[in-house]
C-alpha cells in the first residue's frame, strides 16, 4: 500500500486546480480519474467571475486567454432568463473568457502536471474508509484494484459524487423537473434573418429575437457570429440526464419543434448541450479527513456560476490541507474551508434561486415580476450590485472586525525599494504575504517571527490600510489601521499557526 499526502478524486476543472494549488503550497496530491482520457463533451462554454481575478494573479490567466479562438462576446449575461448589461460599465464587476470546458481542463491538466501533480486517468475510486490520522481509498485500476492512503481525500468527482456518499455527507436541495438545451448551429437553409434580428420560418411566421415563452416551453435565440446562431429551448421534463452523455442535432431539433409547435430547420452543429438544473449544497464539505469541493459540494439552478465556485473551492481549500499536512495548521484552520465556501455557496445558491423564480413562472404574477426586475436592470446601480453577485466579488468570508477581512486583495500597485511590484505579482507562488503599505517596523517586527509568511515594505496611491495579511488563495485575513500589533499576532496566530 502507497502512502501519499493528498487524494484528489476527479480530474474535472475542480480537481485539476486542487491538484495545481496543493503542488503550488508543496504537497503531493495523486489525482484518480475513472476516464482514461481527457473527456471532449461540450460542457461550459466559458468561465468568469473572481476566479479570473485570483488566475491571473497566479500568472495562468494569459494562457487561458491565449487558448481562447472564438471571438469575446460583449459583457451581457443571463439573469433568469432577463439580461444583465455590463456593456456600458468602464469596470464591470464580472467577466467572462470564451473558453470551451475541455480546452480548460487541457490546460489545468498541464499545469498540475508541470508542477508536478501525479493525475492517473483510467482508476476509478471504489471505496473510501478513514480513521483519526488517514484516509484509504479502494481503487479500480487499468491493472486491477488496489488501495492508497492519505493523509486527506478530496471528491471533486462531481454531481453524483461518491466520495460523498461514502464520506456520509448530505445533499440536500431540489432537482427541478426541467431539461434545457442550447445549440450553436450555422444559418439554417430556409430562414432567414431579418435586418431587425427577427427570423422568418416557413410555416411559422417571424420568431422573435430574445425568448419566445409558449404553453410548452421557452424558446430563445441570438446570433453568435456572423452565419451561427445559438438556439435555446426550456422545456418541461421529468428526466434525469447524464451530463456526459451529449445531445444530438435530432434530439434538440425534436424539442424546438414540441416548443413552438412546428418544424424548425436546423444549419450544421457547432456546439450542441443539455443541462437540467439542481438546487443542492452539501450539508457539510467535509467530513474527518475527507472533504468535497466543486459540482460534489453544490449544484445551483442557472448557468454561468459553477466553475467559479468550484475553482474557487479548489483555491480556498489547498493551503489549508497543506497546513495539515505539514502540521502547522491552527485549530480550526480546516473548519474554515465548510465555513467560508459552504457560506459564498449559500450566497450563489440564493440568486440562482431567486432567477428560477424569475424564470420558471408562467402566469402574469410572474410576467409582471419580470417586468419589474428587467426595469430595475436598466439602473446602473442595480446593475453593478447584480453583476458583482453573479461574479462572487461580493463574497466577504465572515469574522474579522475591519472592513477589509475576508474580501479579495485588490490589485495595488506596489513601489518598493527593489522597484515596483503588485498583489498579483506578490501572490504568484501562492504564499501568505504581508504588505506593510505605511511604514511599520513594529507590525514588520511581529510577522518576522512567522517566517512562512512574506513580507513587503511598500508605497501605493491610496492605500485601502496601513497594512494587509494576504492569504494564499488572495483573500485578506487581517487590515490594520491604528490597530495595535497584538491584533496582528493573534491573527497570525490563528491562520499561519
Ligand atoms: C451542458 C453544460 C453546460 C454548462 N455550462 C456552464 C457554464 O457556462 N459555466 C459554468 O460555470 N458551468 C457550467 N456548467 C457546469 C460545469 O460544467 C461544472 O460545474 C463543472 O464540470 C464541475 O467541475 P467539477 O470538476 O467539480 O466536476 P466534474 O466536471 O463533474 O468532474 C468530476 C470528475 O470526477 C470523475 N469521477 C467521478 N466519480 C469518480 C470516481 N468514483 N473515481 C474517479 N473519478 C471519478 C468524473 O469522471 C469527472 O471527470 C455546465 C454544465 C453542463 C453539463
Redesign the pocket.
Known sequence: MTLTDVIV?????????LAAELRLAGVRPLV????PRL?E?????????QILELLRYRGLLERLEAAVTGPVPPPVFPFGGLHVDLSDLADPPMHALPLP?ARL?RLLDDRARELGAEIRRG????AVTQDGDSVTVG?RGPDGPYEVTARYVV?????????RELAGIGFPGTSYPEV?R?GQVTVPAGITVRPDGDLEVPGLGTVHAGFTRTDRGVFGFGSVTPGVLMFSTVEEEPVEYD??VPMDLAEFQASIGRVLGGEFPLGEPRRL???TFKARQASSYGAGRVFV?????H?FPA????????LL?AVNLAWKLAAGVDGWAPPGLLATYHEERHFAGARTMLHTQAQVALRRGLDPAADALREVVGELLTDEVVVRRVGALIAGTDIRYPGGDHPLTGTFAPDLALHTDDGPTSVAELLRRARPVFVDLAGRPDLREVVAEWPRVEVCAAKTDRPPADALLIRPDGYIAWAASESPADALRAALTAWFG
Open positions: 478524486v476527479g480530474a474535472g476543472p475542480t480537481g485539476l486546480m484518480l480519474e475513472r476516464h473527456r463533451t461540450a460542457k461550459a462554454g466559458g468561465l468568469g467571475g470546458q481542463e482508476h476509478e475510486v471504489l481503487v471528491g471533486c468527482d462531481g454531481p453524483r459524487s461518491r466520495v434545457n442550447i451530463d456526459d448541450s443539455r443541462f469541493a466543486g459540482d460534489a459540494a449544484l448557468t454561468g456560476v459553477a466553475l467559479n465556485a468550484g473551492d
